[in-house]
């Protein structure tokens, strides 16, 4: 009897390693079949890319001795594989050049996701830090097309901006929009943003400030009670600020239950 249950199990077990085993092949050829259609729609984009590549370290000047249809920072992610290759001596061709972008974009993509996951760590995510990246790792899966342009050092740029933003770094914010702006110009569209997440963040510091100097006082408590409500604390989603209120509700209720208890045991009163 025992014996049967076990090659019962081990079949069950064999069928769903198959079925995974399946899976996992027909996911690599869906893969690979993504990849060469992405290479073939945007193989004129990499010959262009080479081109100016080539050019620059030629010595031309871009906008002047030929045109670009680019800001003038989308030149450094253009460029760099074609200078690297010159200053190793090597001649490179179409293929290499497609195979050192990609890996650069591989370089920058796993930044984004690093600087992802840690706005995740400070609150700027509905998800833990593992399932943002995780899912930032499936989009970038389900757009290949991403690592044959450089649409990722903008996007890099963009959510440096945001870091800057949420460790209070106003300045280095605008910095990083306007370079992500001179590689492609959306993030240009930041700007309204940042001004005032960081003035929203700067008056809640301030609001902290002036919690702690009114050293306990029951005016200064409830000042600061009201900027945890409105501002949701540090490092917490704006978007939480009720369950916030609420948790610092049960917090001061907590704390004036015993001294009620004290006060009626002094009085005699009955509880």
Known sequence: MQSGRYWARLGLVAVELSLVLLVIVLLLALARQMLTMSYLVMGHDTDYY????????????????????????????IVLPVALASIVGAQLDSVGYVLLLALENVAVVGATGLCLSWLARRGWS???????FLVYLGLVCATPILFWRFDALPALLTVLALCAVAARRPVASGLAIAAGALTKLYPVVLLPVVPLLAQRRSG?????????????SQRGSGGHDRCRT???????????????AQATSRAQAAEREPLTTATQLDRGDPQ
């Open 126 to 132: 509905a998800r833990s830090p593992r399932a943002t």
């Open 204 to 216: 809640c510091r301030s609001c902290r400030g002036r919690g702690r100097n009114s050293q306990g």
């Open 50 to 77: 080479l081109g100016v590549g080539r050019e620059v370290v030629a010595g031309l000047v871009p906008y002047r001795d030929f045109s670009f249809e680019y800001p003038p920072l989308a030149l450094a992610p």
């Open 230 to 244: 409105e501002c949701c604390c540090r490092d917490v989603k704006w978007a939480q600020a009720d369950k916030c």
